[in-house]
Structure formats: structure tokens, C-alpha cells
């Protein structure tokens, strides 16, 4: 049982757009939740993250959006950069305070 | 600086070797994780280490042995391996604080092979 998805394994956007990646979870008793940036063959990059207390956490051009009672994450990157090409993870800490990844999105930055 | 180290950055094995796998970070994080993450999947954790002492254990089979020697270090020990061991190994810390923020980084993981 997938307590975190990201449903849309790709997403493709013009550079200068804006790019909005989505994750939902299940489990109410996450009380974190961050997102990672991942090019092939390396570790996760930390992007951003949000606590349960909040809905609204912003850094440069990465905003994280959090509704709890949609159990809904989305990361709004603007304005979206050739660079910004890679595989992005949201992760969702629990009780015992390890995180449950989704299944990453592929995002791709048309120049 | 957010850095934790790994090596090495590949390695191929066969079935029948003994190798480890080493992980360090500087940042003074109490808490050390071993992550698997086979192609196009998420990072399925293996191991949680707590203040030195092991934490959680994912049910992983003894073939993989961790081990913390101290704070700042975190090894994990290959033994009898199967093909279908063959993946990233990532490594990761974080502060352990008892407040909501508890970022865990990660190294650039060791990309394993068995034969």
C-alpha cells in the first residue's frame, strides 16, 4: 500500500513556466514533508520542506503548498530552468521519523 | 555544508565476496540511514542508526550488516550477495532534533553490481 504517490510519473514545461508537481499521501500521521531533486546515478538532493503546521513554505523560486485536509503536497517552481531537469521526490516523515518517499516525477525543462 | 561522502562510487562483486560499503558526514547528525533504490524506484529504506546504536531494521536479510563505529561514520557490510542486490546504495544523516524539522541528506550513493 503506496502511502505516498506522485501519480503523474512525467511532466514536461516550456523554460520561464511554471512547473507544479503533485503528491498525495494517506497516512495522517505524517507530520513532515519534503521534497528531493534527483539527476541519474546520484543522491537526492534536499530542496524544501514544509511542517504539518504550516501551508506555505517559499525558497527563491521553489514553494511548497500543503493541504491537510486534501492530504495534497504540490512544489510550484517558477520560473522553470533548462536546469531544473531531473527527477523529483517528495517524502513524507512518520512517527518513527523515516521518511516514505513517492515514486518520483520526471521533469523536463523544454529551452 | 550539507555534505556526506560515500565510496566507493562503484563496485562490482561477486557472489561469493566480502566488500563494505563506507558513508561520512561532518555536519555533528546524530542520526545515519541506509537507503536502497533500485532503477526508476524510490529510495526504500534499510537501516536507521540513532545515536550510534541501530534503530530500525527494515527486515533486511543478514547478507547486508551495518555498522556505526562512530558518530560521523556509517558502514555497511556485504556478504553472499545476489544479482538481484544490485542497485544504488545511498547513505543520508540528519540531526535527530526532537523538534518538526529534521532534514536528512544524502550522498551520492554507491552504485553496486553483483555478478
Known amino acids: 500500500d503506496q502511502q505516498v504517490k506522485q501519480n503523474s510519473p512525467s511532466l514536461s514545461v516550456q523554460e520561464g513556466r511554471i512547473s507544479i508537481l503533485n503528491c498525495d499521501y494517506t497516512?495522517?500521521?505524517?507530520?513532515?514533508f519534503l521534497w528531493y531533486k534527483k539527476y541519474p546515478a546520484e543522491g537526492p538532493t534536499f530542496l524544501i520542506s514544509?511542517?504539518?503546521?504550516?501551508d506555505k513554505n517559499e525558497d527563491g523560486r521553489f514553494t511548497v503548498f500543503l493541504n491537510k485536509s486534501a492530504k495534497h503536497l504540490s512544489l510550484h517552481i517558477v520560473p522553470s530552468q533548462p536546469g531544473d531537469s531531473a527527477v523529483y521526490f517528495c517524502a513524507a516523515r512518520g512517527s518513527a521519523r523515516q521518511l516514505t518517499f513517492g515514486s518520483g516525477t520526471q521533469l523536463t525543462v523544454l529551452p | 555544508d550539507t555534505e556526506v561522502t560515500q565510496t566507493p562510487k562503484h563496485l562490482v562483486m561477486g557472489m561469493t565476496n566480502k566488500k563494505s560499503l563506507k558513508c561520512e558526514q561532518h555536519?555533528?547528525?546524530?542520526?545515519m540511514y541506509w537507503y536502497k533504490q533500485k532503477a526508476k524506484k524510490p529510495p526504500e529504506l534499510m537501516f536507521v542508526y540513532s545515536y550510534e546504536k541501530l534503530s530500525i531494521n527494515e527486515s533486511v536479510p543478514s547478507r547486508f550488516s551495518p555498522e556505526c563505529p562512530n558518530s560521523s561514520l556509517l558502514n555497511l557490510h556485504l556478504h553472499a550477495l545476489q544479482p538481484e542486490d544490485s542497485a544504488l546504495y545511498l547513505c543520508?544523516?540528519?540531526?535527530?532534533?526532537?523538534?518538526?524539522?529534521?532534514?536528512?541528506?544524502f550522498g551520492p550513493g554507491t552504485r553496486l553490481t553483483v555478478l
Open positions: 543520508a544523516s540528519s540531526t535527530r532534533t526532537s523538534g518538526r524539522t529534521d532534514t536528512q541528506y
Open positions: 555536519m555533528g547528525h546524530r542520526a
Open positions: 514544509i511542517s504539518s503546521i504550516k
Open positions: 497516512n495522517s500521521m505524517f507530520d513532515y
